[in-house]
């Protein structure tokens, strides 16, 4: 049968008259979608990653408060690197990872590069991969390559570097293999109880002109992106948001993302639910805290509950293959893209979460302004957050309050990113950089910045974490006795002193050399562009006013090019690529509270990073490069390790690994908000850091025997904390302490602990065990 003769394709100068009205079909059909496809092309293509990386759980110090007594003994919940890209689909490329650690490290970075270069060329170099950290205060140290930094971890810990290194490899490849094509939205709002100025005197020292321009006295805005694939639809986000990641405080001995980690977590559960439906059903490792919904409710009574629960008692321990750990946990659907959301760090130099302010703990009376002291004395001022006195209450609502926030960005975010993809690099050597500041009579003078050095009032530590002995913030003399001290180990020369001044100089970092640096001299600076988003990649903490006067330096230059407008969004991203400690403003510097005397490379500090800031931007929008012949310097092979190893794991006589020491009530119910706990004979969590795994499971009986995961050591409410009964101990116990959910469905439920021994000879050997079963209702 004929089509009527409108359907026909009419093909003048052709030997044959007309085309099958099938094939005109096909053709118009394949025109419709070319053009479709032309009209609703995404500008770039994105993919993001995330990945384990959780370090030992045991026996090492953790960075952040340098606090020797502060040992890694448990999970509180586990650590991350969240990575996006965006690649123009014929153009530049740029990586941005974010790390749930204390800082970035030169020596992780390094090692980073090299291996993305192994696998991708030159797609990934240092140019246009950023990495940067949360500053949880709670991860395992021993990870950065300079002495100062790894005192108190004694030495250099392999195992914490490897597993970062390792964990930002698979972040990036992750992403890299999600690259497709979408979209990117940018919005921006205030968050207003996140955060309070912990160094108010030395904000107080900037120019009142200069203050009166901002109403609080740290930065409340948060700038968030929003990546939406073209098919699957929302992916992640990342924000950036300055508050410290302190709510943990330094007694804490569990590995612990602090308020950001907290936060991610919160909203890649929240996503899991609202965002993308049709992966909210699956049960992953990222996602077991979900796997309730997939089990109904039991329609048994009480009574019958506990009868079933009571039929199962503890397992006793067994040894299993690792697979068997794995599998657990993995996610059962590896090839579908996971949303990843990540809490970035900005400039948060002076900013800390113990929003409530800092208390003396003797007399509850506030805290000397200008020492932050309690009579004279540095130790007993504390700060306090929102959930004092309970840590991980203040960790939960600081980290909420950011949760939040992203939400409402995320889902009202409208305005959509659009332009080229760019970056600038360079090194620099900020022990000696000439810098052109201007004078008091509007002329312009050449300074210098000087070798790294730490003032007295870095030993005094800050509101969120005290010193001890007699060290106190504000000092600009020193004391005596700590001066005949610093002398031992190496007395600064006069023009140190001249150059550092008004700084009294404690530890003369930049000039000790011995076994090798103990502080950087150089340093990264990188500007990554993604349309009208721009991000100021800085290798250290920033205060409140020394962020505003760099990134609005930047915006100058970027919009005075006429390339950009005002709609341009600048955002600083703190600890990225490597680590220096603080940059105050020059102001703040004379002060010499803590975060000035953390200023290593003198008064002019602020002053060389704008100027360097402003010559890559200068360079960005005039297409041009910026050669240098600095490299840091690879300490890899110099490190030296004094944490001893794993020797020998024992259990008791008649025990095994994974038996219960001491185990759930018998025929015990729990209400929602109860705590269940139980015991397990354990070997050191160094054995295997079990990454992607689990030490602590919660499992819910689904019918008659069949367990599912419900809870592992990465969700909230599961904590896994070890401990020995004497320190040098070759026993040890593991505790699984479940807050049950308001959530969480009644039913029977039981605790499984994984662990990994090893013995005097041979190699290690894994293990299970289960508590008994008990009943939620």
């Not at 992607?692 to 019918?703: H, I, N, R």
């Not at 904390?721 to 699984?736: G, N």
Request: proline residues 6%; hydrophobic residues 35%; glycine residues 8%.
């Amino acid at each position: 049968m004929a089509p009527p003769s409108s359907s026909r394709c009419q093909l003048h100068g052709s030997a044959s008259p007309t085309i099958s009205w099938r094939l005109c079909l096909f053709l118009l059909l394949v025109l419709q979608s070319c053009c479709s496809r032309a009209l609703s092309a995404s500008p770039y293509l994105v993919g993001m990653g995330s990945y384990d990386i959780t370090g030992p759980a045991a026996d090492v110090n953790m960075m952040g408060y340098a606090s020797s007594d502060q040992i890694a003994a448990g999970i509180h919940f586990r650590l991350k690197a969240r990575a996006f890209i965006v690649a123009e689909p014929d153009g530049k490329r740029v990586v941005f990872v974010n790390l749930d650690a204390c800082m970035a490290s030169q020596l992780v970075t390094i090692k980073v590069l090299e291996r993305l270069k192994a696998r991708y060329g030159d797609l990934y170099n240092e140019n246009n991969v950023a990495i940067s950290g949360i500053h949880t205060h709670a991860g395992p140290g021993g990870y950065l390559q300079y002495v100062v930094y790894i005192v108190t971890s004694l030495g250099f810990v392999r195992q914490s570097f490897d597993v970062i290194v390792d964990g930002i490899e698979q972040t990036i490849v992750e992403a890299h293999n999600n690259l497709r094509p979408g979209k990117i939205y940018v919005n921006k709002g205030d968050l207003l109880d996140a955060g309070v100025n912990r160094s108010p005197s030395a904000y107080l020292n900037n120019p009142a002109e200069e203050r009166s321009k901002y109403q609080y006295n740290v930065d409340k805005e948060m700038t968030l992106i929003k990546f939406v694939d073209d098919e699957l639809g929302p992916i992640g986000s990342f924000n950036w948001f300055a508050t410290h990641g302190t709510s943990m405080s330094r007694t804490n001995s569990l590995i612990s993302g602090d308020n950001k980690g907290a936060a991610a977590r919160f909203m890649e559960d929240w996503a899991g639910k609202n965002v993308n439906p049709n992966q909210a059903a699956h049960v992953s490792s990222e996602n077991l805290r979900r796997v309730s919904a997939l089990i109904s409710e039991p329609n048994e009574t009480s009574d019958d509950l506990i009868r079933l629960a009571s039929s199962y008692k503890a397992s006793g321990g067994r040894e299993i293959s690792s697979s068997s750990i794995t599998r657990r946990i993995r996610s059962a659907q590896e090839n579908k893209p996971k949303f990843v959301s990540a809490f970035c760090q900005s400039n948060c130099g002076d900013v800390s979460p113990n929003v409530l302010g800092a208390f003396c703990i003797d007399t509850g009376l506030p805290c000397d302004f200008n020492h932050s002291t309690c009579n004279g004395k540095n130790e007993l001022c504390y700060g306090r957050g929102p959930g004092y006195p309970d840590e991980f209450e203040s960790t939960r609502i600081i980290g909420n309050r950011q949760f939040l926030k992203a939400i409402d960005l995320f889902n009202s975010a409208s305005k959509e990113i659009q332009g080229k993809v760019d970056y600038r690099h360079t090194y620099l050597d900020f022990s000696q950089l000439k810098v052109n500041v201007p004078t008091s009579t509007g002329g312009q003078q050449v300074v210098q910045t000087c070798p790294a050095a730490m003032g007295f009032a870095f030993a005094a530590g800050t509101t969120d974490g005290p010193g001890a002995f007699d060290f106190k913030q504000g000092d600009n003399k020193g004391n005596p006795f700590w001066k005949l001290v610093r002398n031992v180990i190496r007395a600064p020369e006069a023009e140190q002193v001249k150059c550092q001044a008004p700084k009294p100089i404690l530890l003369d970092t930049g000039e000790m050399k011995v076994p090798y640096d103990w502080a950087p001299a150089i340093l990264p600076i990188q500007i990554i562009r993604i349309g009208q988003l721009v991000i100021l990649c800085v290798p250290g903490e920033f205060t409140t006013m020394a962020g505003r006067r760099l990134r609005d330096a930047v915006k100058n230059v970027l919009t005075n090019s006429g390339q950009f407008d005002n709609n341009i969004h600048v955002v600083l991203a703190g600890l990225t690529n490597t680590y220096s400690q603080y940059i105050t403003t020059f102001e703040e510097y004379q002060m010499q509270r803590y975060e000035g005397a953390s200023t290593l490379y003198g008064p002019h500090t602020l002053s060389a990073y704008i100027q360097e800031f402003q010559r890559l931007a200068t360079a960005m929008v005039s297409n041009k490069d910026v050669p240098t012949n600095l490299q840091p310097p690879d300490l890899l092979n110099r490190q030296i390790e004094l944490l001893p190893g794993v020797i020998v794991d024992k259990a008791p006589p008649g025990v095994t690994f994974g038996d219960v020491s001491s185990d759930v009530p018998a025929n015990s119910t729990f209400r929602k908000g109860s705590i269940v706990n139980a015991t397990f004979y354990s070997a050191c969590p160094r054995n295997d850091l079990l990454t992607d795994g689990t030490f602590a499971l919660v499992e819910k009986l689904d019918g008659t025997d069949n367990w599912v995961p419900a809870y592992d050591d990465d969700d909230w409410s599961l904590r896994f904390v070890w401990s020995r009964p004497a320190k040098l101990s070759p026993r040890s116990f593991a505790t699984l302490e479940w807050t049950v959910p308001e959530d969480a469905p009644s039913g029977v439920y039981r605790l499984r602990h994984f662990g990994a021994s090893k013995p005097l000879i041979g190699s290690i050997k894994y293990f299970t065990g289960t508590s008994s079963a008990f009943v939620v209702r």
